[in-house]
């Protein structure tokens, strides 16, 4: 027979759980020599009596084509002459009991357009990169600004015909916009092959497989290349810890639980209807890491969100039973991910307590580069949802996340799980009257922007849509003719814009030097003040939060040094829909001891308002006759004169 066959290093590491790129055996591949041209197919199907190659050129009858059994544990290898590329194929599959299954491969580069399921031969080489910079600079440092814009891809934008953009139709009209709204990723929910479009992506059934509802593999590289190109990273949406149960896809793949577990009570996910991987079989570990490190190879990927990590920590439908399968393939996947690419970005959706998950591996960690801090949004939006009359009765719900701020390296999400399903979107969320719902909106954007921990929101967001997301349907974009929407839009604009070119607002945002409470303990006005700081102590910016609609005039805050003061950015803005109660003038700073600093201002607060004041630099001799004089002007006052 034909074909480069596995050695038996490879599939010795295959079944330790060491092959990390188990794709570059396992699957459908053309291999060109010298004078011929040949494909092969391998397979592991451990508990299979026989396995054939079926597809549209044998009546899907595996008979005709069998494969040869490697070795004990189950790897089959065929090698058939001539390039097969864009054949169609599964391995029909006699289990032990006589039982024949049709599978996809679970290898496969590319997949038929569902409703149809069988794989496609489809070499991957080719394409033309043209980001070398992006890749060359790219780097996962914490100090560096991080705007994660989510995106579902068939529910972004349609055509006029309801019909799905394509990758390419999604390069020219997606990657202009986020770069445009001042966003520096693109978080795509999962884009792996899947049978059910209402799953979003999350009941993934090819692994290896790039959906093919939006096209071809080369146009998401060229979706990707263009991102790139534009300064803008791609995150993808992974699901590693379970997948969905369709008879073509990996659940009882040879009759046996090969890819789960054995026993019911693990292998089912009840909540999802999925399977749970058995994360403590080598070979699903080899599969697993070496899908992450395909993405990265084949696709350029950034960085992973990795989904229901909660799933992974525990055992499934026990509480809070520890599963040290699970938190080892993590470590693993985590180091395997590091070793191979230290720029590439692994993100947990955790929603658990689990300490040290953005540890390194060597310190007792789980590895990840950040973590979802699902706390922050769930008090945030339980106090933002509560009337603003009542919320000094929820007054820790804000402070509280400070206690554990700096734990984790955290990413603070308002992702699509908060805006569907009767959740409301997040300007519906928002009590009270139109304006109030915008002015609070406006409110919570800017406290998450000055809040320690890198950003998500997702599409819509920035609209200020009413409707939770319908992803059946495109955003609501006829919103941008109207007043309201267009400046709120125009708010998030500015607020990217301000993250990115300050420095203190993201420099130390894994420190407690970065950030210091001013006045945590105004419940009764609920007005909020702290510091943000960088890497320069005096580049300080004072942060001033008031969730109530009362708005002060000559309201006093303490400043960390004396001087003078500007406001550069206020969400009461007229430019942002706001009532304009700002403070336009320069504010300087008096001796007068509050908030236990030696200085404090006065200032307008704005009805559910979001200030940020910067000290005003100045040069030296300048800064210190101003001083001398307002020191000699309050003294004069407090004598009377």
């Not at 420095?503 to 420190?511: A, F, I």
């Not at 550069?568 to 304009?580: C, E, R, T």
Request: charged letters at 25%; aromatic letters at 16%; hydrophobic letters at 35%.
């Amino acid at each position: 027979m034909m074909g480069c066959h596995p050695t038996d290093f490879e599939l010795h590491l295959f079944h330790e759980g060491n092959l990390y790129k188990s794709h570059h055996l396992f699957g459908a591949h053309v291999i060109k020599d010298e004078n011929e041209t040949y494909t092969q197919f391998c397979v592991w199907a451990p508990a299979a009596e026989k396995v054939g190659l079926a597809g549209d050129f044998n009546n899907w009858d595996g008979s005709s084509y069998p494969m040869e059994r490697l070795n004990k544990e189950g790897v089959w290898f065929i090698s058939l002459p001539g390039d097969l590329s864009n054949t169609l194929y599964k391995y029909d599959i006699f289990s032990s009991t006589g039982e024949r299954l049709l599978k996809a491969d679970p290898f496969a580069f590319y997949s038929e357009l569902r409703p149809r399921t069988a794989s496609i031969v489809y070499p991957l080489e080719g394409y033309k990169w043209n980001d070398q910079k992006w890749l060359k600079k790219r780097n996962r440092s914490y100090n560096d600004p991080l705007a994660i814009y989510e995106v579902h891809a068939g529910s972004w934008k349609k055509k006029e015909d309801g019909s799905f953009l394509t990758y390419r139709e999604l390069a020219s009209d997606l990657i202009p916009y986020v770069k445009s709204q001042g966003y520096s990723h693109i978080e795509l929910l999962p884009l792996t092959e899947h049978p059910l479009d209402i799953s979003w992506g999350y009941q993934t059934i090819g692994y290896f497989s790039i959906t093919s509802r939006y096209g071809t593999p080369e146009d998401f590289m060229f979706f990707v290349d263009q991102c790139h190109q534009n300064g803008i990273g791609v995150i993808l949406d992974w699901i590693p810890g379970h997948f969905c149960k369709d008879s073509h896809g990996l659940y009882r793949f040879d009759g046996s639980y090969a890819y789960e577990y054995s026993y019911e009570p693990d292998r089912e996910n009840y909540e999802w209807g999925t399977a749970n991987f058995d994360l403590g079989k080598t070979e699903v570990n080899s599969f697993l890491i070496s899908c992450a490190l395909f993405w990265m190879e084949k696709y350029h990927i950034d960085g992973f969100r990795v989904d229901a990590v909660a799933n992974i920590i525990y055992w499934p439908n026990t509480a809070n039973k520890e599963n040290t399968f699970g938190i080892n393939f993590l470590r693993k996947l985590n180091k395997a991910i590091a070793d191979e690419d230290a720029s590439v970005m692994m993100i947990a959706e955790d929603s658990t307590d689990w300490p040290k998950v953005t540890a390194p591996v060597e310190d007792g960690g789980l590895g990840f580069t950040y973590k979802w801090n699902m706390g922050w949004m769930n008090d945030m939006l339980k106090y933002m949802e509560e009337a603003p009359f009542y919320r000094s009765r929820l007054h820790n719900k804000v402070t509280f996340s400070l206690m554990y701020a700096f734990s984790e390296k955290f990413i603070l999400p308002f992702s699509h799980d908060e805006v569907v399903h009767g959740k409301k979107s997040l300007l519906n969320k928002m009590p009270g009257e139109y304006w109030e719902k915008f002015a609070q909106l406006r409110l919570l954007l800017g406290y998450m922007y000055s809040h320690p921990g890198k950003k998500l929101t997702f599409m819509g967001t920035e609209l200020g849509q009413f409707s939770e997301w319908k992803f059946k349907e495109q955003l609501d974009w006829n919103l941008f003719d109207y007043e309201m929407h267009e400046k709120i839009n125009k708010f998030v604009i500015e607020l990217n814009k301000l993250y990115k070119r300050s420095k203190p607002l993201y420099e130390l945002d894994d420190s407690s030097d970065g950030f210091e409470w001013i006045d945590a303990n105004n419940y009764h006005q609920s007005v909020f003040s702290f510091l943000r700081k960088g890497k320069n102590p005096e580049e300080a910016l004072v942060i001033v939060c008031n969730f109530t609609g009362v708005s002060y005039s000559d309201y006093r805050i303490g400043v960390p040094q004396s001087g003078t003061y500007k406001e550069i950015f206020n969400s009461d803005s007229g430019d942002f829909g706001g009532s304009g109660f700002v403070n336009k003038k320069a504010i300087k700073a008096e001796p007068v001891s509050f908030h236990g600093k030696p200085d404090s201002v006065t200032m307008n607060i704005s009805p559910f308002g979001f200030s940020i004041l910067r000290p005003v630099r100045q040069r030296k001799g300048r800064e210190n006759n101003e001083k001398e004089t307002v020191r000699s002007n309050a003294s004069g006052r407090r004598k009377g004169k």
